[in-house]
């Protein structure tokens, strides 16, 4: 393991790819799914094939172009060649294309367009998920529901994000403070909306950039009504803190 900084799910996402058994992480947008599948791909030495939300079955299988040449898929070398593929956002995926996928991992072969194909030893399936398969819901509007005979493919792996991790990823520690308790506010409140780690990772970059109010505005509550952050800024007590500072200052009186 290299010293890089690691979520702290990761040896339990490890150890569950490491038995090859399918895996289905679902969580908030921006928790790093796709950040640490990449470092236990690193880590164990294994190929990673990744392919986004499959929205035709052709992008799994392939297809034989006008000249007669078949077009591999990331999930054809990885079935054929070995190595951990990678379906992101599952619960955007038609169902068609994850008939083809739940095939794929119970018989272990499948029919291409090129023909049929043995997966490889190897061949390890991950999926991530926004949703736990009930279908779309206000903050991901774009999600299918994932029927039974899916779900019962994978194990699945609740992925949050992880606090503490999020500390080592910045040097403004007003700034990790003020996104996990803006966040800590609306979950309290029930009010689904994400802020995610990359708030912390791009805010940091973008101090030498923007101010401290458009970071709070641009980067942080980034879409956000007012009178949602009128709401977080009134549950806000640290009024040390220069970005909760900023915030209560819009609403001031």
Do not use: W
């Not at 289905?24 to 164990?44: M, T």
């Not at 094939?49 to 000249?67: C, H, P, R, W």
């Not at 999930?75 to 169902?95: H, N, R």
């Not at 294309?97 to 291409?112: E, G, M, T």
């Amino acid at each position: 393991m290299t010293n890089e900084l690691h979520h702290r799910k990761y040896k339990e996402v490890k150890g569950i790819i490491e038995q090859q058994v399918p895996l289905l992480l679902v969580g908030p947008a921006g928790s790093g799914k796709n950040v640490i599948l990449e470092q236990v791909a690193k880590d164990l030495g294994k190929d990673f094939y990744f392919t986004n939300a499959v929205t035709e079955e052709y992008k799994l299988t392939g297809f034989i172009d006008a000249s007669g040449t078949y077009q591999e898929t990331q999930f054809y070398q990885a079935f054929t060649k070995g190595g951990i593929f990678f379906l992101d956002e599952m619960d955007a995926s038609v169902p068609e294309a994850l008939v083809i996928l739940n095939a794929a991992i119970a018989n272990r072969y499948f029919n291409f367009p090129n023909g049929k194909a043995q997966a490889h030893p190897d061949f390890t399936v991950v999926a991530a998920a926004n949703t736990t398969g009930r279908g779309a819901d206000q903050q991901y509007t774009g999600r299918h529901i994932l029927d039974a005979a899916t779900l019962d493919r994978f194990v699945l792996l609740d992925f949050n994000y992880d606090e503490e991790l999020e500390k080592k990823l910045s040097d403004d520690t007003e700034l990790v403070e003020f996104v996990q308790a803006c966040r800590h506010v609306l979950s309290d409140k029930e009010i689904d909306y994400p802020i995610s780690m990359r708030a912390v990772v791009n805010g940091s970059k973008l101090e030498k950039v923007l101010n401290t109010l458009e970071i709070v505005n641009y980067v942080v509550l980034k879409g956000m009504t007012t009178s949602t952050k009128q709401l977080i800024a009134a549950n806000l007590n640290d009024t040390e803190n220069k970005y909760v500072n900023v915030l209560k200052m819009l609403f001031k009186e």
